[in-house]
């Protein structure tokens, strides 16, 4: 070649790091899409089920996989207790891409009327398109949940505690029944995190889904999820749809997922702390006609909170009923000054939202009803603030309401 490279070549030449490996006590993000291979050899390796050989680096395409990605993906992995764990691009991406692994056309699934808006889509718009039957159940009972399985059920669902009613699943039933009967358990622990509730070691589920947006993240300034599987085989069959359906977590997003993690502990001690003693206050309130949080001894499934949070905190999410319907919810939501009106959750921010008007829009009224949603239903996601402030902030909007139903 010529003695001298042209700009243009010396413009795209790559130099190496200086003083490889960096010993960064951050992981880096790692941007880059594809990597560099030894030769057509190693590249072949990547492509079968044995792998690399020791010393090789593993990395191909990061749509297949990222170092990024992969730090913040074995981090969740080790909170749940899981084999492994794929991070995806959004919540639904999790959730979609679980339900599109292990279910195909005549296939039959059984999952509980009362899930987010979101999921409850895609059982009815989505599923139903590619031929899979769906049945719906009450969570609450299992006796009726077992019946509905038939000889052509390939997956029993789950989410709990529930959006937004803070529904429990019995998931040491779910885990008996999907391992009786060799049934795929798949179960959305979003609203517990995996500080409160592990159900793969816990109670033998097979996957476990999280809208990592939420309290994995922790400070509503990213989108991704989590699916974390029990076994290889299932990890394997759930890296197989993924890498083809394409719904990644970008390497920016698993790295501030990464670092939102390692104050999971300490934000949901507070989360719960504050939400415990708000559900107290609402309860006590004239103005609300009933409060759904499941640290409360008069949520009809307390006992099985006990038995289900083995640490103590039963959530930062709280739903309640206040009295004057979809005016009064709404009325209520508008006058808050402290707490953010808005969707999502888990952040260290309180938000708070009306369920019939925003996250179950998309659900017809009358499944909205069966499933208990009603107009008055308000939705508060408990942050980390002083409790004593966000109590404050409730007394005030909870007068407002006072005034407008008297002018």
């Given at each position: 070649g010529?003695?001298?490279?042209s700009f243009a070549?010396?413009?795209v030449e790559?130099?190496?790091v200086?003083?490889?490996p960096v010993?960064?006590?951050s992981?880096?993000?790692?941007t880059?899409?594809?990597?560099?291979l030894?030769?057509?050899?190693h590249?072949?390796?990547?492509?079968?089920?044995?792998?690399?050989?020791?010393?090789q680096s593993p990395?191909?395409?990061?749509?297949?996989?990222?170092p990024?990605?992969?730090?913040?993906?074995?981090t969740?992995a080790?909170?749940e207790?899981?084999?492994?764990?794929?991070l995806?691009?959004s919540?639904?991406a999790?959730i979609?891409?679980?339900?599109?692994?292990?279910?195909?056309?005549?296939?039959?699934v059984?999952?509980p009327?009362?899930?987010?808006g979101?999921?409850?889509?895609?059982?009815t718009h989505?599923?139903?398109?590619?031929?899979?039957?769906v049945s719906w159940?009450?969570p609450?009972?299992?006796?009726?949940?077992?019946?509905?399985?038939k000889?052509?059920?390939k997956?029993?669902?789950?989410?709990?505690?529930?959006?937004p009613?803070?529904t429990l699943m019995?998931?040491?039933?779910?885990?008996?029944m999907g391992k009786?009967r060799?049934?795929?358990?798949i179960?959305d622990?979003?609203?517990?995190?995996?500080?409160?509730?592990?159900p793969?070691?816990?109670?033998?589920?097979d996957?476990?889904i999280?809208?990592?947006?939420k309290y994995l993240?922790?400070?509503?300034d990213?989108?991704?999820?989590?699916?974390?599987?029990?076994t290889k085989?299932?990890?394997?069959?759930v890296f197989?749809?993924?890498?083809l359906?394409?719904?990644?977590?970008s390497?920016?997003?698993?790295?501030l997922l990464?670092?939102g993690?390692?104050?999971?502990?300490?934000r949901?001690?507070?989360h719960?702390?504050?939400a415990?003693?708000?559900?107290?206050?609402l309860?006590?309130?004239?103005?609300?006609?009933?409060?759904?949080?499941p640290g409360l001894?008069s949520?009809?499934?307390?006992?099985l909170?006990?038995?289900q949070?083995?640490?103590g905190?039963?959530?930062?999410m709280i739903?309640?009923?206040?009295k004057?319907?979809?005016?009064?919810g709404?009325?209520?939501?508008e006058?808050?000054?402290?707490?953010?009106l808005a969707?999502?959750?888990g952040?260290?921010?309180s938000?708070i939202?009306?369920?019939?008007?925003?996250t179950?829009?998309?659900?017809?009224?009358?499944v909205r009803?069966?499933g208990?949603v009603s107009?008055?239903?308000?939705?508060?996601?408990v942050g980390?603030?002083?409790?004593?402030?966000?109590?404050?902030?409730?007394k005030?909007?909870?007068?407002?309401i006072?005034?407008?139903?008297s002018?």
């Amino acid at each position: 070649g010529p003695a001298q490279r042209s700009f243009a070549t010396k413009a795209v030449e790559r130099f190496e790091v200086r003083g490889q490996p960096v010993p960064a006590l951050s992981t880096p993000i790692y941007t880059s899409s594809t990597y560099i291979l030894e030769s057509a050899e190693h590249a072949a390796s990547l492509f079968t089920v044995e792998g690399v050989a020791p010393g090789q680096s593993p990395w191909l395409y990061s749509r297949w996989a990222n170092p990024t990605v992969d730090v913040a993906a074995r981090t969740v992995a080790n909170l749940e207790g899981a084999y492994a764990t794929h991070l995806t691009a959004s919540g639904m991406a999790a959730i979609s891409v679980s339900l599109l692994t292990f279910l195909s056309c005549g296939d039959h699934v059984v999952v509980p009327y009362n899930v987010y808006g979101g999921t409850h889509e895609v059982f009815t718009h989505i599923l139903p398109r590619m031929g899979v039957q769906v049945s719906w159940v009450d969570p609450k009972d299992m006796v009726a949940y077992e019946k509905e399985i038939k000889p052509n059920t390939k997956v029993l669902y789950g989410e709990t505690p529930s959006n937004p009613l803070l529904t429990l699943m019995d998931l040491e039933a779910l885990g008996r029944m999907g391992k009786a009967r060799d049934i795929v358990t798949i179960v959305d622990c979003t609203f517990a995190s995996p500080k409160l509730l592990t159900p793969i070691p816990s109670f033998g589920i097979d996957i476990v889904i999280h809208s990592a947006t939420k309290y994995l993240g922790g400070h509503s300034d990213l989108v991704a999820g989590a699916i974390s599987s029990r076994t290889k085989d299932l990890h394997d069959r759930v890296f197989s749809s993924l890498k083809l359906l394409g719904g990644v977590c970008s390497p920016e997003v698993a790295f501030l997922l990464a670092r939102g993690i390692k104050t999971l502990d300490m934000r949901m001690e507070r989360h719960c702390k504050n939400a415990h003693a708000i559900a107290q206050f609402l309860e006590d309130h004239p103005k609300i006609s009933r409060v759904y949080y499941p640290g409360l001894r008069s949520h009809p499934q307390h006992e099985l909170a006990l038995r289900q949070f083995p640490h103590g905190g039963f959530g930062g999410m709280i739903a309640f009923e206040v009295k004057g319907g979809v005016q009064a919810g709404k009325r209520l939501v508008e006058s808050v000054k402290l707490i953010t009106l808005a969707v999502s959750l888990g952040g260290v921010e309180s938000l708070i939202e009306h369920a019939a008007s925003m996250t179950h829009a998309m659900v017809p009224r009358e499944v909205r009803e069966q499933g208990g949603v009603s107009d008055g239903l308000v939705r508060l996601s408990v942050g980390v603030e002083g409790v004593e402030d966000l109590i404050f902030d409730l007394k005030q909007a909870l007068d407002q309401i006072e005034i407008s139903l008297s002018s």
